[in-house]
């Protein structure tokens, strides 16, 4: 008999939010207080999901988010950066370290990612692992990038699926947006949605991607709902991702090295 596990869709949340949400997750599976999850979510508006070992003036146009009213988000995970906004499916994978996913970081990704690529290929699109970049290609083109994270006893592979995209904006906010794609001269070149492929429905593309991480990791998925507990911490965590020092955390420490105190 499969693994059960529990399947949350959030629906539209706050970028913030989100960081805060699939992190106390994390930290409940991973003490054993709650069954290892799937979380799905969209953001209500665009944001930069930054790596956690990242610098923001390396990697994106602060200046121009501030005006623009786009929210930067050091998650608890490594990785590159993502610019995301609410024509993606966002999803948590979230299990514990000593359970089905892989301690190796690799394995861990595709035995994660095939989940993707079992649902591109139901939804009549195909997809394949690029082991380079952690991400998804199909037909040629970046549809998903990913990142993966460990702690307190918890694994953790975030990602995204492109339904639709601003790549105008995108554009705008990342400095380097061809960075995590293979060399291509635009992000318009390197990345491709489903909607370019003729699928547009969110319900059979959220079924499908679904179904999708059943059958690649052999698990079965019940609708649950967030504990008391979880949500609470969720809420006190929410603080610490707001606070400017955490989304900066890593540029002060760097200024600091340097011995620039300004």
Not at 67 to 95: A, H, K, P, T, W
Not at 114 to 137: D, F, H, K, M, Q
């Amino acid at each position: 008999m499969n693994p059960k596990w529990r399947f949350i869709d959030s629906g539209s949340i706050d970028g913030v939010y989100s960081a805060a949400l699939f992190e106390s997750i994390g930290r409940h599976v991973g003490a054993g207080k709650v069954t290892e999850t799937i979380l799905f979510w969209r953001v209500s508006s665009p944001v930069i999901y930054l790596g956690y070992h990242q610098l923001v003036c390396e990697e994106i146009n602060a200046d121009f988010c501030s005006l623009n009213n786009i929210r930067i988000v050091r998650r608890i995970l490594g990785g590159g950066c993502g610019f995301c906004d609410g024509e993606q499916i966002l999803y948590s994978v979230i299990g514990r370290e000593d359970g089905i996913i892989p301690r190796d970081i690799q394995a861990a990704y595709r035995k994660v990612l095939g989940g993707v690529v079992e649902a591109l290929s139901t939804l009549g699109s195909e997809g394949e692992i690029e082991p380079a970049r952690n991400a998804v290609y199909s037909k040629g083109r970046k549809i998903s990038g990913n990142a993966q994270g460990r702690f307190n006893g918890a694994v953790l592979i975030n990602g995204s699926l492109l339904i639709d995209f601003n790549f105008g904006l995108m554009d705008k906010v990342l400095k380097n947006p061809t960075k995590n794609l293979k060399p291509v001269a635009s992000s318009r070149e390197g990345m491709i949605t489903l909607k370019e492929q003729g699928i547009n429905d969110s319900e059979t593309i959220i079924r499908a991607l679904r179904q999708g991480f059943e059958e690649s990791m052999g698990i079965s998925l019940f609708d649950g709902t967030l504990t008391e507990s979880e949500a609470a911490l969720a809420n006190r965590l929410l603080d610490k991702y707001e606070q400017k020092e955490w989304t900066y955390r890593m540029d002060i420490k760097h200024r600091l090295r340097k011995g620039d105190f300004l």
